[in-house]
C-alpha cells in the first residue's frame, strides 16, 4: 500500500539557520510525484516543491530544496535561511500518477517552530 | 489571480441540516477534489473530478454528493450533516488527472456540526 512517513512530529529551528523536515514514502509503481505543502495557524495549504519521480535533478524553489533519494525513497524537504514566518505545519505528500483517482497521499505533517 | 475559492470559510449547522460548501478555480483546471482534515487523520479524498460532467467517489464520501456542470465549479453536499463531518474541507484543483506540479488547494472551509 502507498503510504507516506513523516517521523518528526515536530521541530525547532534558530531563525537564520537551515532545517530538514524528513519524508519516507512507500510505493510500487515507478511513476509518482511528491509535494511539501505548509499550512501555516491561518488554515489554507500552501503548496512549497514538487518532485517527480523520473526527475533527474533535486528541485529547488526559493528556499526550498528537496533531497530525493529514490533509491532509499526519502525526499527530505530542506528550508534554508529560516524565517520566524516558517513556523507552521509541514505535509508531505504523494500522488500516483496511474491511479485513476488522482489522490494525494499525505504524511501526519510535522509542526516546525522558528525560534527568534 | 484567484486561484482556489472556497466559501463559506467558517459554517455550524444542525444536526441534520443541509448545506452546500462552494469551490471555483479560474485556471482552467480539469480535475477538481475534496478533501477533509481530521486530527491524527492527515486529509482524506471526499469526491473527485476529472471534467465537466464527470464525478466519482474517493475514500469517504457517505454523506456527501458532488456535482460538475462546468469545468469552473465543484460544489460539496451535505446532504443531512452529522457531528462526524465536523472538519476542515479543502477544495483542490489540478490540471489534469496526472499532473505533477500544478495541485493547489483553497483555503478551507472550518464546518462544526452541533
Known amino acids: 500500500a502507498q503510504k507516506i512517513t513523516q517521523t518528526q512530529p515536530g521541530m525547532f529551528v534558530q531563525e537564520k539557520e537551515a532545517v530538514t523536515l524528513d519524508c519516507t514514502y512507500d510505493?510500487?509503481?515507478?511513476?509518482?510525484?511528491l509535494f511539501w505543502y505548509k499550512q501555516p495557524s491561518s488554515g489554507e495549504m500552501i503548496f512549497l516543491i514538487y518532485q517527480g519521480s523520473y526527475d533527474q535533478q533535486n528541485a529547488t524553489e526559493g528556499r526550498y530544496s528537496l533531497n530525493f533519494q529514490k533509491a532509499r525513497k526519502s525526499a527530505n524537504l530542506v528550508i534554508s535561511a529560516s524565517q520566524l514566518g516558517d513556523s507552521a505545519m509541514y505535509f508531505c505528500a504523494m500522488r500516483d500518477f496511474r491511479s485513476n483517482t488522482g489522490k494525494l497521499i499525505f504524511g501526519q505533517g510535522t509542526t516546525l517552530q522558528v525560534k527568534p | 489571480n484567484a486561484g482556489v475559492t472556497q466559501t463559506p470559510k467558517f459554517q455550524v449547522l444542525k444536526t441534520g441540516q443541509s448545506m452546500t460548501l462552494q469551490c471555483a478555480q479560474d485556471?482552467?483546471?480539469?480535475?477538481m477534489s475534496w478533501y477533509r482534515q481530521d486530527p491524527g487523520m492527515g486529509l482524506r479524498l471526499i469526491h473527485y473530478?476529472?471534467?465537466?460532467?464527470?464525478?466519482d467517489q474517493g475514500e469517504v464520501p457517505n454523506g456527501y454528493n458532488v456535482s460538475r456542470s462546468t469545468t469552473e465549479d465543484f460544489p460539496l453536499r451535505l446532504l443531512s450533516a452529522a457531528p462526524s463531518q465536523t472538519s476542515v474541507y479543502f477544495c483542490?484543483?489540478?490540471?489534469?488527472?496526472?499532473?505533477?506540479?500544478?495541485?493547489?488547494f483553497g483555503e478551507g472551509s472550518w464546518l462544526t456540526v452541533v
Open positions: 473530478s476529472v471534467g465537466a460532467g464527470i464525478t
Open positions: 483542490a484543483s489540478s490540471l489534469d488527472l496526472a499532473s505533477g506540479n500544478t495541485i493547489y
Open positions: 485556471m482552467n483546471h480539469e480535475y
Open positions: 510505493t510500487s509503481d515507478p511513476s509518482y510525484g
